[in-house]
Nanobody, 123 residues
Framework: QVQLVESGGGLVQAGGSLTLSCAAS????????MGWFRQAPGKEREFVAG???????NYADFVKGRFTISRDNAKNTILLQMNSLKPEDTAIYSC?????????????????WGQGTQVTVSS
């Protein structure tokens, strides 16, 4: 069993930056692929970024060049550095883990989820 806890959300002005952190416990993330998803009010959850255990990454088109996912396997933590934030980035951001080696944008492919952290970008 993997427990995931996100932190780092908050209120930021458009153009600003935030770094989200996801700490895992219960077992090592060795071999796990990690992902960040978000869900805005009234919208479906959507893939933001993912990182495989081997270091491969994938990003949604709407965050390419602005967000960076990274993982610290020694600390069992993944980060999401978010720059040039826009009001449309406002959402609850959740991290997820899947016990497979490849990144996928399908949320149903992930086995474990954190509770999420709110990110609000003001205009």
């Amino acid at each position: 069993q993997v427990q995931l806890v996100e932190s780092g959300g908050g209120l930021v002005q458009a153009g600003g930056s935030l770094t989200l952190s996801c700490a895992a416990s219960g077992r090592t993330l060795s071999g796990y692929t990690m992902g960040w998803f978000r869900q805005a009010p009234g919208k479906e959850r959507e893939f933001v970024a993912g990182a495989s255990w081997s270091g491969g990454t994938n990003y949604a088109d709407f965050v390419k060049g602005r967000f960076t996912i990274s993982r610290d396997n020694a600390k069992n933590t993944i980060l999401l550095q978010m720059n040039s934030l826009k009001p449309e980035d406002t959402a609850i951001y959740s991290c997820a883990a899947r016990s497979m080696s490849s990144v996928t944008m399908l949320d149903r492919a992930y086995d474990y989820w954190g509770q999420g952290t709110q990110v609000t970008v003001s205009s």
